[in-house]
């Protein structure tokens, strides 16, 4: 399928490429490049929960993906099991693991002809695609740079409390939350938690953006500051979120419980504990962690970054950006300036 998409770059999204998770599920990449041929190697960007591969393209002067166009990369973003563009599933971060990401990188890898694939991944794409690097099922990637959470999983005591809670309580009456219940709540249920919402989140006039500080974290709102996104992205955010499943979340709830990353399904492929051994990968790690993050603390990419540099030291680095939270770090309003030029400096980092 053939898409055209001009952003303020000047590249466009050349198409849409189908791939098959190897449960069978249908998933896609985005492969977008410039006007001119690209002079570096594909890198994979990768999504967190209940959004889409849309996220990295906010309606900012300069996203990621023009910075990265623009620096000769050729992008492919991935649309995995949790995008909204895909129908709804209750996915964990196992299957994603083991189905979706190495079918992903093997796809790109035979749509380029290289050999060598580099990564940005957020959120539950990081959580997951760590999964998949330390289990050994994307050998052909070689630098990956991890945004928010990877290996080591620490959260807000109020986020506790709703993991432990809440979400026991939610899975009694819904499979799934939805932060665009804040707009147009289809059912009686949806109606209910919507108003919950409502009385307890004050924070601005925007009802997906409290919809989802009510759903991912702790803070008001909990994704990002509303002083580093514009006005823009504050209104584009409303068609950016979907439904996200609570199976995931009582997932996150056993990580949090032991601190880091553990597998809840039987698949062979994965360790039960995730820091419980060496890596399977010698991937280059570049963790991110904005110090404001107040869906999971910056102290999981410190702990993380810890474990890997006790393994090979100095190899790894660790960036804990000022001012920043969660999701902002993508699509703040100064991003290119502030962060986007050390995720580079990092893709190139001994290159």
């Known amino acids: 399928m053939q898409e055209e998409n001009p952003t303020s770059a000047g590249e466009v999204v050349s198409r849409i490429v189908p791939f098959k998770a190897g449960d069978g599920l249908d998933c896609n990449l985005i492969h977008v490049q410039g006007d001119k041929a690209p002079t570096r190697g594909p890198v994979l960007l990768v999504h967190g929960a209940g959004v889409r591969a849309n996220i990295f393209r906010a309606p900012v002067e300069n996203s990621l993906v023009d910075v990265l166009v623009e620096r000769g990369y050729d992008v492919w973003l991935e649309n995995w099991r949790a995008s909204i563009d895909l129908p709804a599933n209750l996915w964990t971060l196992d299957q994603a693991a083991v189905h979706d990401h190495p079918k992903a990188v093997e796809k790109i890898v035979e749509e380029t002809g290289a050999d060598r694939v580099k990564a940005v991944i957020h959120c539950q794409g990081s959580t997951s695609f760590m999964m998949s690097a330390m289990a050994g099922l994307i050998p052909q990637v070689d630098v990956i740079v991890s945004n928010a959470v990877s290996l080591y999983t620490v959260v807000p005591k109020w986020s506790r409390f709703k993991l432990r809670s809440l979400v026991p309580a939610l899975g009694l009456i819904t499979d799934y939350l ?18 919950a919402v409502r009385l307890t989140h004050h924070e601005c006039d925007n009802a997906v953006c409290k919809q989802v500080s009510f759903t991912y974290g702790s803070g008001f709102p909990a994704l990002w500051s509303h002083d580093t996104i514009s006005d823009a992205t504050h209104e584009w955010i409303k068609g950016e979120f979907a439904a996200v499943p609570l199976k995931f979340f009582a997932q996150m709830n056993r990580c949090v419980k032991k601190g880091n990353l553990v597998a809840v399904e039987n698949y062979p492929e994965l360790p039960r504990d995730f820091a419980a051994q060496p890596p399977k990968t010698d991937a280059r790690f570049a963790f991110f962690a904005g110090a404001n993050n107040l869906c999971f603390l910056p102290d999981s990419q410190v702990r993380t970054y810890d474990f890997f ?43």
């Open 178 to 195: 939805n932060p665009r219940w804040g707009i147009e709540a289809p059912t009686l249920r949806a109606k209910l938690i919507s108003l």
């Open 309 to 351: 540099n006790s393994l090979r030291k100095d190899y790894h680095s660790l960036n804990v950006l000022p001012g920043y939270g969660h999701l902002d770090v993508f699509m703040g309003e100064n991003s290119a300036r502030d962060i986007f030029p050390l995720m580079i400096n990092e893709l190139e980092r001994g290159s």
